[in-house]
């Protein structure tokens, strides 16, 4: 009789135990990275090519969570998803600059969410013969006054620029930080960082510039007055040519949209996901950067 209690003792704990692990695995899910959400809907994210990479993984991952949510993503430019989630055809604007910077863009309706931050590199197809250039040189071959590889160490090649179309942001940031202002020489553009990509590769003599996240080993990166185009660079602000990845809503995100975007700033995505799809997450950063490309220390 006595063993027969014990038994049934140590079966009741046991199930205690069970019970408890349980709700502390849904206690930490609850304040860790689970992405689970009541919500239902359909969520649709335009613009920055930049961003759409990390947009769509992340997209999917979410929704493996959330049966009841559908979530389209799609390019454009940053231009195209400002203008477009400021309309109200689309949930979400995503962007490589700030809306206050954009012309027609009523900043003042829209609510930013930094997700990422994402270095630009400047790149030329493999056999233009360099490895690093200066700023002031990188400035002369975009604006038209350096056209052969020789003139900056080289080979004896004409070089072909290619530029990103009117709109994108990427395009915005490669020219604040580069051309301060000057004219960009005329030349072919292309809307897409992996249009851009696929063109510098297969173009002798080509250059562009490009996300970190479309660098391979198809284009080579371009040094900048000996400092490479890396992560750590970049969060000290060592290497220049960066910026924040926007998802814009107007105004506060509700509901499905609101879970997403909480998503976007949990552990899977900023711990995980960005690094392995080559952008640095927003709480890596040792220095910030407003509307008007002033860089201070991270707060």
């Given at each position: 009789m006595k063993?027969?209690?014990?038994?049934?003792?140590?079966?009741?704990?046991?199930?205690?135990?069970?019970?408890?692990t349980g709700c502390g695995s849904n206690s930490a899910s609850s304040n860790g990275s689970s992405s689970a959400s009541d919500h239902a809907g359909k969520i649709t994210a335009v613009g920055s090519?930049?961003?759409?990479?990390?947009?769509?993984?992340?997209?999917?991952?979410?929704?493996?969570?959330n049966k009841k949510?559908?979530?389209?993503?799609?390019?454009?430019?940053?231009?195209?998803?400002?203008?477009?989630?400021q309309d109200g055809a689309v949930a979400i604007g995503n962007s490589d600059i700030f809306a206050e910077s954009k012309p027609g863009i009523d900043s003042s309706k829209l609510v930013d969410h930094k997700v990422a931050v994402v270095g630009m590199a400047p790149v030329v197809n493999k056999d233009a013969g360099v490895d690093n250039i200066t700023m002031a040189q990188l400035k002369d071959i975009f604006t038209g006054k350096v056209t052969n590889w020789k003139e900056v160490g080289g080979k004896d090649e004409k070089i072909t620029v290619v530029n990103r179309a009117e709109g994108s942001g990427t395009r915005a940031t490669f020219e604040d930080a580069v051309l301060s202002g000057a004219k960009a020489v005329k030349s072919q553009e292309q809307d897409s960082n992996g249009t851009v990509q696929k063109i510098v590769s297969s173009t002798p003599g080509a250059i562009s510039y490009l996300a970190f996240s479309y660098l391979?080993?198809?284009?080579?990166?371009?040094?900048i007055d000996?400092?490479?185009?890396?992560?750590?660079?970049?969060?000290?602000?060592?290497?220049?040519?960066w910026s924040y990845e926007h998802m814009y809503t107007k105004g506060k995100a509700k509901t499905a949209t609101a879970d997403f975007l909480k998503y976007m700033n949990s552990k899977d995505v900023q711990d995980s996901l960005v690094k392995k799809m080559g952008y640095i997450s927003i709480h890596n950063?040792?220095?910030?950067?407003?509307?008007?490309?002033?860089?201070?220390?991270?707060?």
């Open positions: 063993k027969r209690n014990i038994f049934s003792t140590l079966l009741m704990l046991g199930a205690v135990g069970a019970v408890l090519t930049a961003l759409q990479p990390l947009v769509e993984k992340a997209a999917g991952q979410f929704q493996n969570d949510i559908n979530i389209t993503v799609q390019g454009g430019g940053s231009g195209t998803g400002l203008s477009q989630v391979n080993d198809s284009v080579k990166p371009l040094s000996k400092v490479k185009p890396t992560d750590a660079n970049v969060e000290n602000n060592k290497w220049k040519i950063m040792k220095v910030q950067k407003d509307a008007k490309g002033n860089v201070t220390d991270a707060k």
